[in-house]
């Protein structure tokens, strides 16, 4: 039995170009696309108004976003593969989106695609264009933990358990990977029948 949707509100002219990626947390809204910035629309009011504008967040355009389920971080990709995260639980300026760090050995086009972050937002994992996985510590100083390597096929989907032990991505070739975090390990993989596969969601109790 099919469910009906009803649309809630429309924000027009959110962005004065193309909008490439959407995320949200349990109060935001957060856009990006082919413009340098990345707008925060909340939703705590009927109007969704906009609350926040990160000027100059990516030059050459924003084409992933994630957040962690608990709202308190978020990751942004641009097309010149800088990644940043950023933060919303400084003391003080709670609700307001800080940059935390920036991922520094992923500063190049392709390097970093789709990104992921685990429920708590300590860890973050990410594609690349010849199919590798990488996952870094955000705890550490975004400092990387994993590099895994698939059989080169362009990632173009990935997804984390909420407890962060485990990632799954989705790649070009239609092949999900699934991977063990604690131990280093690829645990699953799945060849598909179909190519492009753009995008993969885990349970939240995933187990292997």
């Known amino acids: ?30 856009s990006g696309g082919s413009a340098s910035t990345v707008k925060i629309h909340s939703t705590r009011e009927a109007d969704f108004p ?72 300590q860890y973050i994992t990410g594609t690349t264009f010849d199919g590798r996985i990488n996952v870094w510590d955000n705890a550490s100083g975004a400092e990387k ?14 997804d984390l358990s909420a407890d962060g032990r485990f990632t799954v991505s989705g790649h070009q070739n239609g092949g999900v990977y699934v991977f063990n975090n604690d131990t280093g390990r690829l645990m699953h993989s799945l060849q598909g029948k179909y190519q492009n596969l753009c995008l993969v969601c885990s349970q939240p109790l995933l187990t292997v």
């Open 50 to 121: 906009e609350v926040q504008i990160l000027q100059g967040a990516h030059k050459l355009g924003c084409h992933h976003l994630a957040t962690s389920q608990d709202g308190k971080r978020a990751a942004s990709v641009g097309f010149d593969g800088e990644v940043t995260v950023w933060t919303s639980a400084r003391a003080g300026q709670e609700g307001v989106w800080l940059e935390e760090c920036k991922i520094v050995d992923a500063k190049k086009a392709g390097e970093l695609w789709a990104v992921a972050l685990s429920e708590d937002g």
């Open 145 to 158: 933990i994993r590099e895994y390597e698939t059989k080169g096929s362009f990632g173009m989907s990935i």
């Open 1 to 30: 039995m099919s469910k009906q949707y009803l649309t809630t509100h429309t924000i027009d002219s959110a962005h004065i170009s193309d909008i490439f990626c959407l995320a949200v947390t349990p109060t935001q809204i957060l």
